[in-house]
């Protein structure tokens, strides 16, 4: 079965410090989200693309996250400098609005 | 902004009963997903819903679509502890998710 690759799985960093997610969507999927869920604010929309352009990235701290999709193979979610609160388990999704997504494993992100 | 309810939040059924999740939402919107989420696993798609009155069935699950009302259900028949899991639906094109049920489904 086709799936959607994160990378890293798990991630423990010091606090300021850059942290890089990356997502491979699954090939000619042409929507990729990137979510965030903890236990007390649930999942939460960081940011979509279609057809690789930005459609809503409201849902992000501007100032310290950032996510891009350089390629129709490579989604990337960018936090600098990382905070505590970031800690979470981040969630990439590809798929079709008609079809449904196919979500990642995750990276589970630990700011200390 | 869109505001996505689910009710209830926690769900304790036995074996062989039936139960219903509700999904409420606020501003018009004519698509809605559904997903399962098992304990410390990623999420999984159950269906997707395009249109009012759609109305989609797999093994002991149906879900349905009223765009009139704003309302998605998710109607579980004859619960089976395999069913035991958190559910969250989803709604429009940018896919805002509600809180999630955790259902727990007992002998």
């Known amino acids: 079965d086709a799936r959607v690759t994160q990378t890293p799985r798990d991630k423990v960093t010091e606090m300021g410090q850059e942290v890089t997610m990356r997502c491979q969507p699954i090939?000619?999927?042409?929507?990729v989200f990137w979510y965030r869920q903890t236990m007390m604010q649930g999942l939460e929309l960081l940011a979509y693309?279609?057809?690789?352009?930005?459609?809503?990235d409201s849902g992000m701290p501007k100032d310290r996250f950032s996510a891009e999709m350089p390629d129709a193979t490579l989604a990337t979610l960018k936090i600098q400098p990382s905070e505590p609160r970031d800690s979470a388990v981040y969630f990439c999704?590809?798929?079709?609005?008609?079809?449904?997504?196919?979500f990642g494993s995750g990276t589970r992100l630990t700011v200390v | 902004e869109l505001k996505v309810e689910q009710n209830p939040l926690f769900l304790s059924m036995q074996e062989g009963k039936n139960y219903t999740i509700y999904c409420n939402y606020s501003t018009t919107s004519d698509r809605l997903y559904w997903y399962r989420q098992d304990p410390g696993k990623s999420l999984e798609s159950l269906f997707v819903?395009?249109?009012?009155?759609a109305v989609k069935q797999e093994g002991r699950l149906m879900a349905s679509l009223d765009t009139k009302a704003r309302l998605s259900t998710l109607h579980i028949t004859a619960a089976v502890h395999d069913l035991s899991a958190t559910y969250f639906c989803a709604v429009g094109y940018d896919m805002r998710f509600g809180a999630g049920t955790r259902l727990t489904v007992k002998p």
């Open positions: 090939l000619g999927h042409n929507t």
């Open positions: 693309f279609r057809n690789r352009a930005p459609l809503d």
């Open positions: 819903l395009l249109s009012n009155g």
């Open positions: 999704a590809s798929g079709f609005e008609n079809y449904g997504y196919t």
